[in-house]
T-cell receptor, first 121, second 116 residues
Framework: EAQVTQNPRYLITVTGKKLTVTCSQN?????MSWYRQDPGLGLRQIYY???????DKGDVPEGYKVSRKEKRNFPLILESPSPNQTSLYFC????????????????????FGDGTRLSIL | AQKITQTQPGMFVQEKEAVTLDCTYD???????LFWYKQPSSGEMIFLIY??????QNATEGRYSLNFQKARKSANLVISASQLGDSAMYFC?????????????FGSGTRLSIRP
């Protein structure tokens, strides 16, 4: 079954204690992304990756790190979590996007993981 | 710059009625894609429908259709014959092809509640 798997689903932790949220996809997608969802703000992109070893900042990257050493995995790292990072986090993947006149993948929806609810006390 | 606006934070609709969820966008990219997602109370994100900027016809998927008005930069989702199971958050999203193909932005969402 095609899926994006995030772990953990729920985590309560304390300020300053490093944590990693894992994300894995089995669809051979080039593009992967992390979002956080907060009430009234929708989903905001944290980081994205166009392919292995190619990552870039989204709209709200402060306080987060990512890596893309393998195509299937895209972990989100909070080196020193703070209470303002309490949120619902989603990982997503989709085929890559080309830049020719008929770009591949631009019409492909993202596949989302089930979400990770983080509470930082 | 990319921008997505959903002006209806919440809506109540009677079961079996049609409902329109508004979405306007801003982009300078000539080529882009627009997506609608549904998020039920269980939290998962479910893809509903896609509209490409060069598509000649409005997209349809079962009870979902997209009222795409390119000149007005609007991409409203229409749900026909609403059902109780349609109660959820709905998000509009946009992906530009050329200027920032890597970024995908979402609106703030509309919470739809269907009354029996």
């Amino acid at each position: 079954e095609a899926q994006v798997t995030q772990n953990p689903r729920y985590l309560i932790t304390v300020t300053g204690k490093k944590l990693t949220v894992t994300c894995s996809q089995n669809m051979n997608h080039e593009y992967m992304s992390w979002y956080r969802q907060d009430p009234g703000l929708g989903l905001r992109q944290i980081y994205y990756s166009m392919n292995v070893e190619a990552t870039d900042k989204g709209d709200v990257p402060e306080g987060y790190k990512v890596s893309r050493k393998e195509k299937r995995n895209f972990p989100l790292i909070l080196e020193s979590p703070s209470p303002n990072q309490t949120s619902l986090y989603f990982c997503a993947s989709s085929p890559g996007v080309g830049r020719d006149s008929r770009p591949y993948g631009s019409n492909q929806p993202q596949h989302f993981g089930d979400g990770t609810r983080l509470s930082i006390l | 710059a990319q921008k997505i606006t959903q002006t209806q934070p919440g809506m109540f609709v009677q079961e079996k009625e049609a409902v329109t969820l508004d979405c306007t966008y801003d982009t300078s990219d000539p080529s882009y894609g627009l997506f609608w997602y549904k998020q039920p109370s269980s939290g998962e994100m479910i893809f509903l429908i896609y509209q490409g900027s060069y598509d000649q016809q409005n997209a349809t998927e079962g009870r979902y259709s997209l009222n795409f008005q390119k000149a007005r930069k609007s991409a409203n989702l229409v749900i026909s014959a609403s059902q109780l199971g349609d109660s959820a958050m709905y998000f509009c999203a946009m992906r530009e092809v050329y200027s920032s193909a890597s970024k995908i932005i979402f609106g703030s969402g509309t919470r739809l509640s269907i009354r029996p």
